[in-house]
T-cell receptor, first 115, second 111 residues
Framework: NAGVTQTPKFQVLKTGQSMTLQCAQDMNHNSMYWYRQDPGMGLRLIYYSASEGTTDKGEVPNGYNVSRLNKREFSLRLESAAPSQTSVYFC??????????????FGPGTRLTVL | QKEVEQNSGPLSVPEGAIASLNCTYSDRVSQSFFWYRQYSGKSPELIMSIYSNGDKEDGRFTAQLNKASQYVSLLIRDSQPSDSATYLCALGSSNTGKLIFGQGTTLQVKP
């Protein structure tokens, strides 16, 4: 049982390049989330998917797109990377969704640097 | 005003002491509250969740919730150097169904 996995672990991009961060969970969870974490800012929600086939914006969605490919996989795409998107990105999942009473389980993170 | 406020610290305590971490929030609708621990370079992991006013104990950890005063705290008894980490407070909003995190408090436990 791997829990939540993310690829890649590290990535360096040049401004304007695109990339997709991959996330998968094997816990049969309904909901999945993408966060970014910057020094002194805590975790900020980018997008989430309450269930397969649905996605919704979080606090900081600009410059990102997401795809809930199936129940297991939730990808985050940067179409044209900017230095302001240098951050650590975490994917998380929860059983029922909504964050109301559910525990969210986090992946190991992707450390992205945009030059 | 941020929705979830934490003192970023660092909070430094000697080994064996009680560490007290505090969090205030502005959303009166929130029904669920969580404390996550995050070691440097690692991902957050859940320590405690609390939904009702009062105290909830789990081993050396006690979460305290006061909805009237809009604060939640985490006490760590008999602090160990292995407790040195950043502690993130989060609340679940029944309105939006999402978790909102504070910026985290860094705890240093000195041997």
């Amino acid at each position: 049982n791997a829990g939540v996995t993310q690829t890649p672990k590290f990535q360096v991009l040049k401004t304007g390049q695109s990339m997709t961060l991959q996330c998968a969970q094997d816990m049969n969870h309904n909901s999945m989330y993408w966060y970014r974490q910057d020094p002194g800012m805590g975790l900020r929600l980018i997008y989430y998917s309450a269930s397969e086939g649905t996605t919704d914006k979080g606090e900081v969605p600009n410059g990102y797109n997401v795809s809930r490919l199936n129940k297991r996989e939730f990808s985050l795409r940067l179409e044209s990377a900017a230095p302001s998107q240098t951050s650590v990105y975490f994917c998380a999942s929860s059983e029922v969704g909504g964050g109301g009473t559910d525990t969210q389980y986090f992946g190991p993170g992707t450390r992205l640097t945009v030059l | 005003q941020k929705e979830v406020e934490q003192n970023s610290g660092p909070l430094s305590v000697p080994e064996g002491a009680i560490a007290s971490l505090n969090c205030t929030y502005s959303d009166r609708v929130s029904q669920s509250f969580f404390w996550y621990r995050q070691y440097s370079g690692k991902s957050p992991e859940l320590i405690m969740s609390i939904y009702s006013n009062g105290d909830k104990e789990d081993g050396r950890f006690t979460a305290q919730l006061n909805k009237a005063s809009q604060y939640v705290s985490l006490l760590i008894r008999d602090s160990q150097p292995s407790d040195s980490a950043t502690y993130l407070c989060a609340l679940g909003s029944s309105n939006t169904g999402k978790l909102i995190f504070g910026q985290g408090t860094t705890l240093q436990v000195k041997p």
